[in-house]
C-alpha cells in the first residue's frame, strides 16, 4: 500500500475486555515497530520486529501486551484483560531496512485511539 | 530511560525564527531524527543528523553535538501550519527513544 495503515482508528473497551489493534506496514518493509502514545506525551517504544521476528518487547508494559507478525508483513498488539491505564493513542511505524537511517526513517501510521471505560 | 530533555511549550510569531533545543544521553547513542506532530495525527519526519554540525532542509535546520548530547531544531519563516509538536528522536542501537515533545504554537 501507499503507506501504513492501522484499523481500527478508534477502539472503546471497557475494562477487563481484550482488544486487538492490527498493523498493515508499507509493503517489503523489513522492520515493524509498536508505540504508546498518552496524551501530550511522546511516543514510548513498545515493541521491534524485523520479519516475523521479535527482536526487543523490552517496552511491553506488562504481561497483559502481546504482539505477534506471524509472516513478517501485517502485525497484530493485543492487550488482554484492559484497564483504564491503557488508554492511549497506538502508533505502528515501519522502515524498509533493519536500521533507521537519514534514507530509510520510520513511517508511522495514523494510530489507533484506545478509550477504557 | 534516555533522559531526553526538551522544553514542553513554545510560543512564536508567524515569520519568526524559533530554536527548540533537546539533549539527551550520550551512551548508545547512533544519531538523532526530529520528527513534527500535528494533534491528532501520525509524526512526520523532519531531519535526521549523526555527525556534528549544521543540517539545512529549506525552512528547518537541525544541529547536533554528539559531546555534548544537544541538538537542537531551526525553524525559519514560521508559517500557522507550524503549529505542532516536535519531537526530538535519538536513537539507540535500532531503536528510537521519543522526548516528550515541543508544542509550538504560531500567532499571527
Known amino acids: 500500500g501507499a503507506g501504513v495503515s492501522q484499523s481500527p482508528r478508534y477502539k472503546v473497551a471497557k475494562r477487563g475486555q481484550d482488544v486487538a489493534l492490527r498493523c498493515d506496514p508499507i509493503?517489503?518493509?523489513?522492520?515493524l515497530f509498536w508505540y504508546q502514545q498518552a496524551l501530550g506525551q511522546g511516543p514510548e517504544f513498545l515493541t521491534y520486529?524485523?520479519?516475523?521476528?521479535?527482536?526487543?518487547k523490552s517496552g511491553l508494559p506488562s504481561d497483559r501486551f502481546f504482539a505477534e507478525r506471524p509472516e513478517g508483513s501485517v502485525s497484530t498488539l493485543k492487550i488482554q484483560r484492559t484497564q483504564q491505564e491503557d488508554s492511549a493513542v497506538y502508533l505502528c511505524?515501519?522502515?524498509?531496512?533493519?536500521?533507521?537511517?537519514?534514507?530509510?526513517?520510520?513511517?508511522f501510521g495514523p494510530g489507533t485511539r484506545l478509550t477504557v471505560l | 530511560g534516555q533522559n531526553i530533555d526538551q522544553p514542553t511549550e513554545m510560543t512564536a510569531t508567524e515569520g519568526a525564527i524559533v530554536q527548540i533545543n533537546c539533549t539527551y544521553q550520550?551512551?548508545?547513542?547512533?544519531?538523532l531524527f526530529w520528527y513534527q506532530q500535528h494533534a491528532g495525527e501520525a509524526p512526520t519526519f523532519l531531519s535526521y543528523?549523526?555527525?556534528?554540525g549544521l543540517e539545512e532542509k529549506g525552512r528547518f535546520s537541525s544541529f547536533l553535538s554528539r559531546s555534548k548530547g544537544y541538538s537542537y531544531l531551526l525553524l525559519k519563516e514560521l508559517q500557522m501550519k507550524d503549529s505542532a509538536s516536535y519531537l526530538c528522536a535519538p536513537l539507540y542501537g535500532q531503536n528510537f527513544v521519543f522526548g516528550p515533545g515541543t508544542r509550538l504554537s504560531v500567532l499571527p
Open positions: 509493503s517489503g518493509h523489513v522492520s
Open positions: 520486529f524485523q520479519n516475523e521476528a521479535q527482536l526487543d
Open positions: 550520550t551512551s548508545g547513542f547512533n544519531g
Open positions: 543528523n549523526v555527525l556534528d
Open positions: 511505524a515501519s522502515t524498509q531496512g533493519s536500521r533507521p537511517s537519514r534514507t530509510d526513517t520510520q513511517y
